[in-house]
């Protein structure tokens, strides 16, 4: 069993950042594959950016350049630092993991930003 929670989240104007957390619960963090997804309204959730456990990394066109994850498995936490934030980057984001078959999300945390 592994529980997310995310924090990080707000409005913003467009051009600005924001940084997201994730704390994870669970021993075995270190080797687990952490992701964040993302959900606009009337939109499917989509990957932003994935990390593996020897650190590397996967973005979506989308955020390449302007976002950026990264984790400190001393402290069970995954981040996504963005950058340079876009009107259409507004969605709720997910922080998710997977332990064999099973999927694990957290709570979510609403980014807006405005024009």
């Known amino acids: 069993q592994v529980q997310l929670v995310e924090s990080g989240g707000g409005l913003v104007q467009a051009g600005g950042s924001l940084r997201l957390s994730c704390a994870a619960s669970?021993?075995?963090?270190?080797?687990?594959?952490m992701g964040w997804y993302r959900q606009a309204p009337g939109q499917q959730r989509e990957l932003v950016a994935n990390?593996?456990?020897?650190?590397?990394?996967k973005y979506a066109d989308s955020v390449k350049g302007r976002f950026t994850i990264s984790r400190d498995n001393a402290k069970h936490t995954v981040y996504l630092q963005m950058n340079n934030l876009k009107v259409e980057d507004t969605a709720v984001y997910y922080c998710?993991?997977?332990?064999?078959?099973?999927?694990?999300w957290g709570q979510g945390t609403q980014v807006t930003v405005s024009s």
């Open positions: 990390i593996t456990s020897d650190g590397t990394t």
């Open positions: 669970g021993r075995m963090f270190s080797i687990y594959v």
């Open positions: 998710n993991t997977r332990i064999g078959p099973f999927p694990y």
